[in-house]
């Protein structure tokens, strides 16, 4: 293992690992003529691990609540629905065989169409309120974890502060 510094070439990981103001260490392995880079933990303060930990955490719990909050189908509106439809593609069927009926058959498929849309338009109202609910977990798991990550830098100003100063 060795650590990067500052005067080496500096590929995407490299500049990282400075970023993390040498937190990091950087194992170098040669397999067939590629450089591998694997990121180790060993080097982490206790701050940085607990915001991993947070954030796998309460990922997890928000994950598992919010699936357990989804939006459901309203299955009630699809069996009034086909409820609806069935009745119709009966008369349509009929319409085809020759059977009189009060209807034309474009009267009764503008019918079918017509609760077909607004089956579609459930099914799309549905879908958007799984995907905003999704997304609103999401979002409360990425405040979460900026939230931890913030109380460590202030944490740390908090500290930096205190340190008595070394006069050169």
């Avoid at 293992?1 to 500052?6: A, D, G, T």
């Avoid at 719990?61 to 699936?67: A, F, N, R, T, Y």
């Avoid at 474009?106 to 997304?135: C, F, G, P, T, W």
Wanted: proline share 2%; with cysteine; glycine share 6%.
């Amino acid at each position: 293992m060795y650590k990067i510094n500052r005067h080496s070439e500096l590929d995407f990981l490299s500049r990282l690992a400075i970023l993390w103001r040498g937190k990091w260490d950087v194992k170098c392995i040669y397999y067939k003529g590629f450089l591998k880079r694997v990121m180790c933990m060993n080097r982490l303060n206790g701050w940085w691990r607990l915001w991993l930990v947070w954030g796998v955490l309460s990922g997890a719990v928000l994950g598992w609540i919010g699936s357990t909050n989804i939006p459901k189908i309203p299955f009630v509106l699809i069996e009034i629905h086909n409820a609806k439809v069935g009745p119709l593609f009966m008369e349509r069927q009929a319409i085809k065989e020759g059977k009189s009926t009060a209807r034309t058959e474009k009267q009764v498929q503008n019918d079918i169409d017509e609760l077909q849309a607004s089956l579609k338009s459930v099914v799309n109202m549905y879908k958007r309120e799984r995907l905003e609910h999704i997304l609103t977990y999401v979002s409360y798991w990425i405040i979460s974890c900026l939230a931890v990550l913030v109380l460590y830098w202030t944490t740390q100003w908090i500290i930096r502060g205190f340190r008595s100063k070394v006069v050169q």
